[in-house]
């Protein structure tokens, strides 16, 4: 089974939940990029980050292990079992990959994990159906050409990084 969309939907959904559960104030990132591509296979890492409570080392050794967890304050503060880290485990190492921690308490976790997804032609996949769309701006919109210029005041540098760029 390798890259199994609904596989990697269930991880992501777990780690995107686990981070916004750990993460009070700040943000959650999520980075996706190949990292080695073959004749026949695709490697992938995905990347979720956040400015959470952070992990000790020694409670990262521990985690993908059934029911662990940093502490028993933290089933009663955050709920869990810790059971969804192994079920993701599971998932990952099924569909050709790994999954790993790397945390500091008080800075944060980044959760990663790797899919092998297998190479397909063309012909494998269904082609998009063919539309056009026509859109006319609306009065008073600005053009590319315009000369504007925009101060962003935003507090998240996440944020504003965003903002910038669109």
Do not use: Y
């Amino acid at each position: 089974m390798l890259g199994d969309n609904v596989r990697i939907r269930q991880i992501l959904v777990n780690l995107v939940n686990n981070a916004m559960k750990f993460t009070k104030h700040g943000e959650i990132s999520i980075r996706i990029f190949q990292v080695r591509r073959t004749e026949k296979n695709i490697l992938v890492r995905f990347e979720i980050r956040d400015t959470g409570i952070g992990i000790s080392a020694e409670i990262q050794k521990e985690l993908f292990k059934p029911f662990t967890q940093a502490d028993g304050s933290t089933t009663r503060k955050f709920g869990g079992t810790g059971l969804g880290l192994v079920i993701c485990k599971q998932l990952a190492e099924m569909m050709g990959g790994e999954i790993g921690v790397e945390s500091t308490p008080e800075q944060g976790s980044m959760f990663w994990f790797t899919i092998c997804f297998e190479k397909t032609t063309s012909q494998d996949i269904a082609q998009p159906v063919q539309t056009e769309h026509k859109f006319t701006p609306a009065a008073g919109v600005l053009t590319a050409t315009s000369s504007l210029h925009i101060l962003i005041v935003e507090d998240n540098p996440g944020n504003a990084r965003l903002l910038a760029l669109m």
